[in-house]
Every structure is written in structure tokens, then in C-alpha cells.
């Protein structure tokens, strides 16, 4: 009986270790963005600051992200697409942005 135990142990030992790894390997990466897709998306970021929505379109088509996507998740200097747009005076932009994720082309304001 205690040969048994120690096999327990030993496999339940065994089993956590594997899973702790691989949780540590599998959230390594999720943080890490290939170099490739980094540049796409700084050029992304760019084109929006450079009130372009033709280097906009050919940016986002570049990195194979949607504007939802990339309205959702990208960060261009702490700002999301939109405000970072109106933040730069990039109208231009900031309209596609604005029809491409449905939102409506007006800065947000927080009610008392």
C-alpha cells in the first residue's frame, strides 16, 4: 500500500509539473508578438497619424488583422485607433476608423 502511494505521489507530482510548464510556455508566448506582425501593426499606427487612408488601408491589409480586431486590441502610444486619430488631428483617418468599427465620429464623454 505504500509502494502505491508514493506512485501517486510521484505521477501527481509528475503531472503538475508538466502543467505548470506548459502554462508557463503557452503564456510566454501569447505575450510575444512576432517581430514581423510588430512592425505591420506600428505601420498601422503610423498611417493613422499620418491622416493617410490609403497607407491605412494598405497597413491594415498588411497585417492581416480586421479593423474590429485591430479597433478592440491595438495600442498606438496608449490610445486606442480612434483616439489616436482625433489625438493627431488625423480626420481622415479617424473617419474610416469610425465606419470600418461602427462608431460614430464624435469624441466620447463621461456624464455626471
Not at 7 to 30: D, E, F, K, P
Not at 38 to 60: F, G, N, P, W, Y
Request: proline share 1%.
Amino acid at each position: 500500500m505504500q509502494k502505491v502511494n508514493s506512485v501517486i505521489r510521484s505521477a501527481l507530482l509528475i503531472g503538475t509539473t508538466v502543467a505548470a510548464t506548459l502554462g508557463g510556455i503557452s503564456s510566454a508566448q501569447a505575450s510575444k508578438l512576432p517581430g514581423a506582425l510588430e512592425d505591420k501593426l506600428v505601420a498601422v499606427c503610423q498611417a493613422i497619424k499620418d491622416d493617410s487612408r490609403i497607407e491605412l488601408h494598405r497597413a491594415v491589409r498588411d497585417s492581416g488583422v480586421s479593423y474590429r480586431r485591430l479597433a478592440r486590441g491595438l495600442v498606438c502610444d496608449g490610445m486606442d485607433m480612434y483616439t489616436f486619430a482625433l489625438q493627431h488631428g488625423a480626420n481622415n483617418t479617424g473617419a474610416v476608423i469610425a465606419k470600418r468599427t461602427n462608431l460614430e465620429e464624435q469624441s466620447l464623454t463621461a456624464k455626471q
